[in-house]
């Protein structure tokens, strides 16, 4: 692997989080940096978003897949460090898999398209994100409260957090990738 190419995806890794984290401070202060909050989102998922699409975009399917497994392992060490239950796990697989799945839709249909414009990119990104969530959040509520279907409200909190981190990771993504040429050169890294 080159190294200019490990420094891209740390780049853009860093910009997509610095997205989620900045939409974050922005609608819940400085609490999305307490990791026993559900706001704390902004900060891992901002991570693990932007981390993958950075595997998406530099790495080989094989890397891809390694990527997701080591995604996976980070997310059962940071989030889920505390304790371990099936219900927990079960969570964290539906939620971070919302993610994954949401980044790689956004990857393959929506970044590689050269006429969507950056930023309006971004609001693709936060709607894949947000019913998917929901979608799976469902799931996850369904299964724990045997059966019994998640009231609105539920729906709301984990839909408007979700389109946020969506949205930020976007943001950041775009500020990244439609700068990138200059980033490097100040940088002063060669992609060649």
Known sequence: MKSSQIFQ???L?????????????VFYNTSIFAPNLATFQFVANGFFGALFFSILKYKTTKEQ??????????DF??????????ELVLRDVL????????????YLFIERNTN?????????????????TIVFGSVVYL????????????????????ILI????????????????????FLKIKTA
């Open 95 to 106: 939620y971070l898999g919302s993610l994954l799945l949401s980044i790689k839709l956004y």
């Open 13 to 25: 890794t860093f910009s997509g989080m610095l997205g989620s984290i900045l939409v974050g401070l």
């Open 9 to 11: 995806i740390i780049l």
């Open 65 to 74: 897949i390694f990527g997701i497994i080591i995604i996976f392992i980070l």
């Open 116 to 132: 969507i414009k950056y930023y309006i990119r971004s609001f693709a990104l936060a709607s894949f994100y947000s019913i998917l």
């Open 166 to 185: 969506g949205f930020g990771i976007g943001i950041g993504i775009d500020i990244y990738l439609q700068n990138e040429n200059i980033i490097l050169e």
């Open 77 to 86: 060490v940071i989030i889920l460090g505390r304790s371990i239950s099936f």
């Open 143 to 162: 299964i724990n409260a045997k059966f019994e279907f998640p009231p609105i409200d539920f729906l709301f909190i984990i839909g408007k957090i979700s």
